[in-house]
């Protein structure tokens, strides 16, 4: 027997037989097309099954599969290197390999803190936002907010502290807060989802206030750490979340769309400064964490296959035409009496459902994916949070099929 994540069995104990996919469908054993609205769990950047990923990865395998990383390197790690740390954000100087998006964070979190160590220095405390989530490893679940995805381990998390994102009304107030903490310097880093929470709700936020903290904290010599594993690679209309900032990330994680949702890789990018503080003839000051499959080839043939595919210029007017239809569908849906709070983001919308509660746990989720699936498109809200989070080779057409089911469903 199959035990699926994130799914109450007692709600929901079917699930749909995927026989394979192409471009945004799914198709079932049955040949029924399922539209893949949410990127399969947000790892998808260029449609199921993509033939040139596809390729790269066969070739690659043919080639070399595996190779302990610890004392080796290899080709499709030094291109991925090469070709993706000029393009991020403050550019980054280091590739950090683990497997998946909560090992990036929890390799960035041990990063900012050894750095410190390394130097003698004591600062053992993380700033993180509250509603955060950060993945499901133990630093992870601990830098992420309290709430339903970790309850029975709060005794076990380590402590954090937390503050709301920023708004235009809390904004003085939070800014007040961190000069309080900033003062004892015991904190190491901040965590944050840059622009927009995603597990959390798809809680949206500006930029010139999370600017303003960024500023307070760096002034502080408190390391950033941006969690761009969901908001990575063009969700957000541009290559980065943090490319929208004006203060730059000492330390970057990615994951899901890296290998454009082919196979499972997450890196942990930083700067150079970062990686000089675990250099020393002390072994004790070595970074020791490593995964199996550290660097996998494969999946490092499959990420620079797919970052090709990700800065054409093709891709980046696909980020644009979607936002521009977000916008249109937004604008005719505004005045909708079940839906509220409407918003966007590059190629990510969202919406609540009116009265309804927000928590994570609301059953309706269940039921409104089930409709979905019925009607043959693949949404799945995060409690009463409706969203959009498509791949990007999705036509006009079939993005309208999404909002159409969307609003089909809003009248059953
Ligand atoms: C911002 C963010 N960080 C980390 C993670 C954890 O990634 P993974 O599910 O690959 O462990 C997620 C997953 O949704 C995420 O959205």
């Not at 807060?177 to 989802?193: D, M």
């Not at 203060?247 to 700067?271: E, R």
């Not at 970074?287 to 990700?310: D, E, K, Q, R, V």
């Not at 983001?345 to 609301?362: M, R, V």
Request: with cysteine; proline share 5%; glycine share 6%.
């Amino acid at each position: 027997m199959l035990w699926h994540p994130f799914n109450q069995y007692q709600l929901n104990s079917e699930f749909p037989k995927i026989s394979y996919g192409k471009g945004v469908y799914l198709y079932d054993i049955h040949q029924q097309p399922i539209l893949d609205a949410i990127s399969s769990w947000w790892v998808n950047l260029h449609g199921h099954a993509n033939p040139i990923i596809a390729k790269a990865i066969y070739e690659q395998a043919l080639k070399l599969e595996q190779v302990i990383f610890a004392n080796f390197t290899h080709e499709p790690a030094e291109q991925l290197a090469k070709n993706l740390l000029p393009l991020l954000p403050g550019k980054m100087d280091y590739l950090f390999f683990s497997d998946n998006g909560s090992t990036s964070t929890e390799v960035a979190i041990k990063m900012a803190i050894q750095y410190f160590h390394n130097q003698g220095i004591k600062k053992n405390k993380i700033i993180a936002f509250e509603n955060a989530y950060h993945g499901d490893t133990f630093g992870a679940m601990s830098v992420s907010g309290r709430g339903i995805f970790n309850i029975p381990f709060f005794d076990m998390l380590f402590e954090v502290i937390f503050i709301p994102i920023p708004t235009l009304e809390n904004i003085d107030e939070i800014l007040e807060t961190c000069n309080q903490i900033c003062k004892k310097q015991e904190v190491a880093a901040i965590i944050l989802e840059p622009l927009v929470q995603g597990a959390g709700g798809m809680k949206m936020y500006e930029a010139r206030y999370l600017d303003e903290i960024l500023a307070l904290i760096k002034k502080n010599d408190i390391l950033f750490i941006a969690d761009e594993v969901m908001t990575g690679f063009g969700r957000t209309g541009t290559l980065f979340a943090s490319n929208q900032l004006q203060q730059k990330p000492d330390i970057i994680c990615l994951s899901k769309g890296i290998t454009g949702g082919f196979l499972p890789l997450g890196v942990t990018a930083c700067k150079s400064y970062i990686f000089d503080a675990f250099k020393s003839s002390e072994f004790t000051k070595t970074f020791f964490h490593g995964h199996s499959y550290t660097a996998n080839p494969l999946a490092c043939a499959a990420a620079n296959a797919s970052l090709i595919l990700t800065t054409s210029l093709e891709t980046q007017q696909a980020w644009e035409k979607i936002e521009n239809q977000h916008i249109e569908f937004s604008s005719m849906a505004q005045n909708h009496p079940k839906l509220k709070n409407i918003r966007h983001l590059g190629t990510i919308w969202a919406a609540e459902i009116e009265d309804s509660n927000s928590h994570y746990e609301n059953p309706m989720s269940y039921i409104w994916a089930k409709k979905a699936i019925q009607k043959g498109v693949l949404l799945r809200p995060l409690g009463n949070t409706l969203y959009i989070l498509p791949p990007y080779c999705i036509n006009k057409d079939e993005l309208n099929k999404v909002y159409e089911v969307i609003l089909e469903i809003l009248e059953d």
